[in-house]
């Protein structure tokens, strides 16, 4: 049997948040396995709040999952437009690791399957 250690998941302090402000905190306390978490329960609502904090705090390893997503959507609205639109006013700064994938994904002559994706997800 091993013990827990006391940065383990039973020592985090919630302090009885939720929704944004919850992934923000979590964001800030550096503990990414719990957005992950919420990211990959695949509800779409949250999955936009997730993004839109991760673009914001410009976490790489975060910002890969939204990547992935943009390149290969498994997510509907209001993912894409709240991904798109975060994008587009926060112009986050993406390594060229991340920026590769989509550049190649924009380049490839299938369409994307999102509109958002496609359109830029903010009105012209």
């Known amino acids: 049997m ?20 919850l992934i923000e905190h979590a964001l800030g306390s550096g503990w990414t396995d719990v957005v992950e978490a919420f990211w990959r329960y695949g509800d779409p609502q949250i999955a936009a709040q997730v993004a839109e904090c991760v673009l914001r705090d410009g976490n790489p ?51 994307l399957v999102q509109a958002a994706y496609e359109s830029g997800g903010v009105d012209q």
């Open 2 to 21: 091993s013990a827990r250690s006391d940065s383990g998941p039973s020592k985090r302090d919630f302090r009885g948040l939720s929704g944004r402000e």
């Open 61 to 111: 390893v975060l910002a890969q999952l939204i990547v992935e997503e943009i390149v290969a959507p498994t997510m509907d609205e209001p993912l894409p437009t709240t991904i798109m639109g975060t994008l587009a006013e926060d112009r986050p700064g993406l390594s060229e690791q991340l920026t590769n994938p989509l550049g190649t994904r924009l380049l490839d002559e299938q369409p």
